[in-house]
């Protein structure tokens, strides 16, 4: 590769070591946008200096490059601006090569510049502008010193750029305090993320709360370090407060006869738990009017209220004697229980069974025989007047009348004011007597239970 000021071959070197020019980074963009130094390259005769390749080499220019010669020399003022470090007797060698004083990189003995760093090794007043066989280090006075000016920036052409103008003083002490605040700021919210508010442990103590379809509200003690436990879900039926190691959960009343669940989530720090909420459709109670009927041998219907917030259409009934009982008029409210005649001396009994969801409530449905003294009637006849609750008059032989020997005529008789008949005084003129087995009920009862269900 040629150098773009003195067309020299420096191979891939970011500086030419003969007149210390920078090289483009990208040659091809380069060459684009400066064709003149694209066919410049080609032809080695444009070169103001032809420095010594080898031993035994000393090219010289030719009348041709006057142009050439001319931009090599500009150049060569540009490059004398720039403190230079003098070649010495003292400066390591090998053969064709030595070493570069500030670099300390291996470079050809006759290079002017260090291809690497750019330090010149020819004094400013003895920069070489003719035959390249003065460029020697003989011909460098020893012990003359020069610095080098690290901080010069140079283009392409090797002149120096001009300096920018710098900040204020008072434009940097705001940045500067801008900036300490801001890395205070990100330094206390990683402290409190990481470790003033880190989080071991977030568990509940309860993992599934149950409500009834009534709802309710429910506390559940969070085991956690954490200062603040944070609710990332809930149902939209479910509404979560927490407290201090605790969430308190609110369900809504349930609308229709459905069981329905859900998840609710909470987070602290980077810990996560979870709690399952469950709502059961069924019903939270159920109430009979009365769980016992006491009922005679004759037929009867006695009607029950239900009181339940469950649903109506979903109350299941079992009756375990078909024979003796049975449901009509089922509704909301409740039911009618018929009950049948029961013939039998002996009495019976019946069980109903009401369920609504979870809650079951049974009717129990006793009922007498039928008394086998009396036939269920609770009377027996009196034997006196033979059911009629009368007899006959004695003292007018059930005539009415009586013959009055005083007037020699009838009158009416003052025993039985002239009926002929009176009351039976075996049975009180009631034809019948209370059957003593059945204390009149007709079931058979015991005498203190028949009394009660008169």
């Not at 003292?90 to 500030?102: E, I, K, V, W």
């Not at 009637?377 to 009348?401: M, P, R, S, V």
Request: include cysteine; charge should be negative; hydrophobic fraction near 25%.
């Amino acid at each position: 590769m040629k150098c773009i000021n003195c067309y020299q071959e420096i191979g891939n070197n970011m500086f030419c070591n003969y007149c210390g020019t920078m090289q483009p980074t990208d040659r091809e963009a380069y060459e684009r946008e400066h064709p003149e130094h694209a066919a410049a390259t080609g032809n080695k005769d444009h070169s103001p200096y032809m420095p010594q390749q080898a031993a035994n080499q000393s090219p010289t220019p030719t009348p041709s490059d006057a142009t050439g010669a001319a931009q090599g020399a500009s150049i060569s003022q540009n490059v004398n601006a720039v403190p230079q470090h003098p070649v010495t007797d003292n400066a390591p060698s090998t053969g064709n090569l030595m070493q570069c004083p500030d670099c300390g990189s291996m470079i050809p003995t006759d290079s002017a510049f260090c291809p690497y760093c750019r330090c010149p090794f020819v004094a400013p007043n003895q920069q070489y502008h003719g035959d390249p066989a003065n460029h020697s280090s003989s011909n460098v006075s020893p012990g003359t010193s020069y610095q080098v000016n690290r901080g010069q920036n140079f283009n392409s052409q090797g002149n120096q750029k001009p300096k920018k103008k710098g900040l204020s003083g008072l434009a940097i002490t705001l940045i500067t305090l801008a900036t300490i605040l801001l890395l205070g700021v990100i330094g206390g919210a990683a402290y409190y993320f990481f470790f003033n508010n880190r989080v071991t442990k977030l568990r509940p103590e309860d993992e599934l709360v149950e409500f009834t379809r009534k709802g309710g509200k429910k506390t559940v003690n969070i085991i956690t370090d954490a200062k603040e436990i944070e609710v990332a879900k809930c149902p939209d039926w479910v509404t979560v407060t927490p407290g201090d190691g605790e969430i308190t959960i609110k369900c809504e009343p349930l609308d229709d006869y459905e069981e329905r669940d859900g998840i609710i989530k909470l987070k602290a720090g980077d810990k996560q738990a979870k709690i399952t909420v469950k709502q059961s459709g069924n019903a939270t109670y159920l109430n009979l009017s009365q769980d016992i009927i006491r009922t005679g041998h004759n037929s009867d219907e006695v009607v029950i209220e239900i009181d339940t917030d469950g649903d109506p259409s979903s109350i299941y009934y079992d009756i375990d004697n078909l024979f003796m009982c049975s449901l009509t008029e089922r509704t909301s409210s409740g039911v009618t229980v018929v009950i049948e005649e029961n013939s039998s001396p002996y009495p019976r009994e019946c069980n109903i069974s009401f369920t609504s969801g979870k809650e079951v409530k049974t009717l129990t449905v006793i009922q007498a025989g039928c008394c086998k003294y009396c036939d269920g009637t609770g009377k027996d006849i009196c034997l006196y007047c033979i059911g009629e609750g009368h007899n006959n008059c004695i003292n007018c032989g059930g005539l009415g009348q009586e013959y009055n020997f005083s007037i020699d005529d009838y009158v009416e008789c003052e025993s039985c004011d002239g009926r002929g008949y009176v009351n039976c005084d075996a049975c009180n003129g009631r034809g019948y007597y209370t059957c003593e087995h059945c204390n009149g009920t007709g079931n058979n009862y015991t005498q203190e239970e028949s009394i009660l269900n008169l």
